[in-house]
């Protein structure tokens, strides 16, 4: 896919300003309030596809041309936005809201239904795509984890979660939830979903963010956790050496000016592998986002400063495209927020300098 890359590398339409220092490429008709979730479709045929959730209670949908992007279509929801992903078949987004509902929405005929329903906000969502078996599956501020099929009303498992669920990923067979009071769990999916292990977590605060990777044979094997601190956690199921495999990093955090000095701490708001590279991607309530090699324990890249937080991040198929939301993530009150701060969408073309790309250690 050309996304936005021109013959000479370089990313078209893209350009500067104080809420771009990064020069990246504008998304235009952003939501209009924060956003919450940004993911670009796996499926081939429509895999130059975003979809952006947001609090203003609506879901959108872009397609991404070699020059522009067009907003398709959008969807509402009768409260804040919380979470969107993609079913597998690329024509339908699935969106979980505070007003307790997950819909399916099909881009082909424009129409959403409600598919799951928690006593509680729904706070993630995602599609699993089994040998065996299709479900959604939603975790809610209800303390539970709901397995749904589409075609029926009821969910056809529930899981007891030991408190309110603030951040889940799934890929096959694995799934990991993080939830308040720093609890960690990871789930086995083959046939019937159930707890494989409980974790001690390896933070100290509040969970923000949780990402599967994978092994060199292409397996889940593992998954980086942020938190409010500033840290992430990399850590692995079945870690070989377990002292060497599973660290955590500090990240999102300013320099201090003189030796002493205080220093700024950020949330850590969403992380991101690439599909190729096994590289990570980190962005923050301080407005920039980083790239790091987990392997080799080094970043990779730091971007300059955005006007606003960095709230989802999210890399494409092809691995040569980064998309960025930056809007206000209420990490310090609504007493921080400032409505003449536009929110943004942006693209940026990783592949040009092979920004992700793991450095080839010097002998």
């Not at 079913?87 to 969106?95: N, R, V």
């Not at 009821?154 to 990923?169: A, K, S």
């Not at 070989?240 to 955590?248: C, E, L, R, V």
Request: net charge positive; glycine share 6%.
């Amino acid at each position: 896919m050309s996304l936005f890359i021109n013959s000479g590398g370089g990313v078209l339409g893209a350009s500067g300003g104080a809420h771009n220092p990064m020069k990246d490429f504008e998304v235009q008709q952003p939501p209009e309030d924060s956003i919450s979730k940004i993911a670009f479709s796996s499926h081939a045929q429509t895999s130059n596809y975003l979809v952006a959730s947001s609090w203003d209670n609506h879901v959108y949908c872009y397609e991404a041309g070699d020059n522009s992007t067009t907003r398709k279509a959008r969807t509402s929801h009768s409260a804040p936005v919380l979470d969107c992903c993609w079913h597998s078949d690329g024509t339908k987004i699935l969106t979980a809201s505070c007003d307790k509902t997950c819909k399916l929405w099909d881009l082909q005929s424009n129409q959403a239904i409600d598919v799951a329903q928690h006593a509680a906000p729904i706070k993630s969502v995602h599609w699993i795509q089994s040998p065996n078996y299709q479900v959604v599956v939603t975790g809610s501020w209800d303390k539970t984890l709901k397995f749904w099929d589409t075609r029926t009303p009821n969910p056809v498992l529930t899981l007891q979660l030991p408190e309110r669920c603030y951040c889940m990923d799934v890929m096959y067979p694995m799934a990991v939830v993080g939830t308040a009071s720093r609890g960690l769990i990871v789930y086995q999916l083959e046939g019937t979903p159930s707890e494989f292990r409980k974790f001690d977590s390896p933070l100290k605060y509040q969970h923000r963010a949780v990402r599967i990777f994978k092994d060199k044979q292409n397996q889940p094997t593992g998954f980086a956790l942020g938190s409010i601190e500033g840290r992430v956690a990399v850590h692995h199921i079945n870690p070989q050496n377990p002292q060497k495999d599973n660290f955590t990093f500090k990240c999102h955090r300013s320099n201090p000016s003189t030796p002493g000095a205080s220093q700024d701490i950020y949330p850590v708001n969403d992380i991101a592998f690439h599909p190729q590279h096994g590289t990570l991607a980190t962005v923050g309530a301080d407005g920039k986002f980083g790239f790091w090699d987990k392997d080799a324990r080094t970043k990779l890249k730091n971007s300059d400063s955005m006007e606003q937080p960095i709230t989802s991040c999210c890399i494409n198929n092809n691995g040569n495209v980064f998309a960025y939301s930056v809007s206000y993530d209420w990490s310090k009150g609504h007493e921080h927020f400032n409505p003449q701060k536009k929110n943004c969408i942006f693209l940026r073309n990783i592949q040009k300098d092979n920004e992700m790309k793991p450095r080839v250690k010097k002998r």
